[in-house]
Every structure is written in C-alpha cells, then in structure tokens.
C-alpha cells in the first residue's frame, strides 16, 4: 500500500497536465493587413530627446540620411536616420571609434 501511494500524485499530476494539453489542428493562421514600411524620421537641427536617466540628445545637423548628434556628456555622434541601425561613429573628449555597416542609407525597414 506504502509503494502506491508514492505514485498516486504522479497519476494524479500526469492526469491533471493531460487535461491542459491542446490539439492543434490543421488551421492556418491568419496574417494581418501588409504594411508599408514606415518613413524614416526627419531630423532637424536643434531637435533634442530627453531620457529619465538625464541624456539629452541634440541633432547638431543632418545632411540626406546622416544625422550628427551630440549629448549633454559631450560625446558626439553620427549615425544613419534610421535608429535602429549602430551609429557610424562616436567620439567623446578621450576617445573615438568607427562603424561600418553594408546597410544602405535609406532602409527603411528592417
């Protein structure tokens, strides 16, 4: 009687799981509406953006898809207008660095 008891909260958990399983059938899912993809933000001089952490980020110039940045730490910026894309190149009042990327200037989507 001992041996059986240790087995019934594992039937009874087995059991339990079995009632949660669904059964998937051949559905197809259904797709949304397809979407352009969106225009890349147009940055102008004097533009800044606040963060919590107190970065404040100003567009010094932007020339076709390249925009300059500089913040409040003094640490200059240039990067693409599409921000999902790693800056080209930073520097800051010790050091600098330099990006590359195969992206083309004006992707917009990803």
């Not at 009874?12 to 998937?24: I, K």
């Not at 940045?69 to 010790?94: C, E, G, H, M, Q």
Request: charged share 20%.
């Amino acid at each position: 009687m001992i041996q059986k008891q240790r087995w019934l909260p594992l039937i009874t958990a087995l059991l339990t799981l079995t009632g949660c399983q669904t059964v998937l059938e051949n559905k197809t899912q259904t797709e949304g509406p397809k979407l352009l993809p969106a225009e890349l933000p147009s940055y102008t001089a004097g533009e800044f953006f606040k963060f919590d952490k107190g970065i404040v980020n100003t567009v010094q110039s932007k020339s076709g898809n390249i925009v300059e940045w500089k913040n409040n730490y003094n640490i200059t910026r240039r990067a693409l207008s599409n921000f999902v894309i790693p800056d080209l190149a930073w520097t800051n009042r010790t050091r600098k660095s330099k990006g590359e990327t195969t992206v083309h200037p004006g992707t917009s989507g990803l």
